[in-house]
């Protein structure tokens, strides 16, 4: 057995060690589903990263920055993960206070309505079942790739690894093994990228060549290399898609089951805001980090095939044996954290939200449910071809146009109706899975500007604002929503909001400091490398890449002024209001 195999087989069973032993910390159905609504800061940061961080960041948009796409992903700001703190702040926060057990649940309680209820269950296991059907295949390709196991043996393997300390552990399980292997994978990725771009001559070094890299020309430039042979004709078809797909995302970050839904955990909302800031900067970086070892690869070797195998093949070609295993380690534990947090949110669904029940379940009834989820999924993964990275473009978005709207309007719109809330969930996954469908077949190809996000997003506000119009909402859901709004007295504390405010001053800094360091590290070696510096060694500002440098400072303070308002607005004890309402929990649906 070699070290490679060793380190990953020695981080597996760790893992599922752990895991089982918060197993037998599992008391009560909210111990198992929301982790007893008590968990600190820096396990809801854990979770939210790791669950994020899956083999599509480490696989499929490494592979996609390698072939073509660095100066695009490097120079965008990241403008989806934004939605971490727009949605703490306008849904999370909120979506606490409900105290339902999945946010499905929440979505029923808000409407009174079941059928709701059960539609996003429906949602929820179709898309987060084919999300898990892709982290499981992805950590099976990288197991068979490492070791002497066939991918049939690896599938089994990994799904092993994750299914029976999730079955067991539920949420208590899932948010701590998540915590560790953000630690791994964040800690070995860092150690790893400092090893190669230090071989490379520097990150500024290793830019300017990119600069010049004429195997493949462009792809250092802020649109990637575009035109004939690829997705997008010209750069500004780029930036649409671009720009299209990272607004869809947001919208997934922003009431998406496997990031909102964590916020169902945290101990209280001061919690829920400062992880959800956290974690942004966080996930910058590390994409950041991924998305440039992706691309600079290139300056070793160009031709690796697939090119999802890029991380994989410097790990063990660039770097000592040691640390490559360790990073190979840290790459299955970001697999294997994504596939636990979506099978349990699968196996909750399936338990929780799809049959109307008169008492909720017994703990090994949903233990057993979750083992049937986890069968399908085994099963499915032997059937359907992996695709990592487009296949996950196709199914994340769904929660952009199917949840988007009904999700931010059930906490802010005085009008929405359950008959729209409910017809606009199902109409804005149709309208985006359709179209996704018939062009990820081949059947057609939507113009970016046409992104089947905006369709289903486009016919979801449709449909609520005309079956809003017909309905009216009942006394019990205005209570409800009502009641949505009143700050929990708890948490309307100076010394708790004093610590919160940290988090956005944070965000402030970093869209301070960040400008600086992309004209540094990034830009100006790029024009060295182009040609295009001004003779002075001065910033040339009539380039695309000269104006990206400043999108990061535009992003990331906007938010941090944002949070910082509203954070004080709501929970300063001076400053807060809690309005009445006469909502009574026990007439609640």
Known sequence: MDIFTLTIVISLVLFV??????????KSLDDYFVAGRRAPTFLIVGTLVASVMSSVAFLGEAGFTYDGQLGAYMLFPSTSAAGYVIGALFFGRYLRRSRA??????????????????????????????????VTQGASILLADLTELTYVQSLIVVWLSYTFFTMYAGSKGVILTDTLMF???????????????????????SIENMAQLESKPGIASWSGIVGPGTEWPTPMDYLIWALVV????????????WQAGRHLMAKDEHVVLRSAMYALIIVALLQIIIYGLGGIVNLVKTDITPSETVLVWAARNLVPEFLGALVLAGIMAAALSSASTFLSLVGFSASNDIVKRKKPLELGSIRFIMMIVGIVVLLASFYFPPNIFW??????????SSWGPVGLMSVWSKSITESAAYWGMITGFVFNVIPAALEYLGYITWPSYLHPAIIGTVISLITIGILSKRGAVTEQEASYRIKLHITPEEDCDAKKTRITMIAPLALLLYGCTMPFLVVHFYIKPYQRGTGEILADGAMNWQTGEAWFSLAPAIVFLSLGILAAIVIRRSYHPQTSYHPKTSYDPKTSR
């Open 17 to 26: 060690v752990i895991g089982n032993y918060a197993g037998k910390n599992v």
């Open 101 to 134: 057990t999945t946010v499905a649940d929440f979505f029923g309680q808000r409407f009174n309505s079941f059928r709701v209820q059960r539609a996003s269950g429906i949602i929820i296991m179709l898309s987060i079942g084919i999300y898990l059907l892709i």
């Open 183 to 205: 630690l791994m994978f964040t800690g070995a990725t860092l150690v790893f990228a400092y090893y190669i771009v230090s071989d490379l001559g520097g990150i500024a070094a």
């Open 246 to 257: 990272d607004t869809a995302w947001s919208a997934v970050y922003i009431v998406g089951p």
């Open 391 to 400: 296949l996950m473009l196709f199914v994340g978005t769904v929660y952009a």
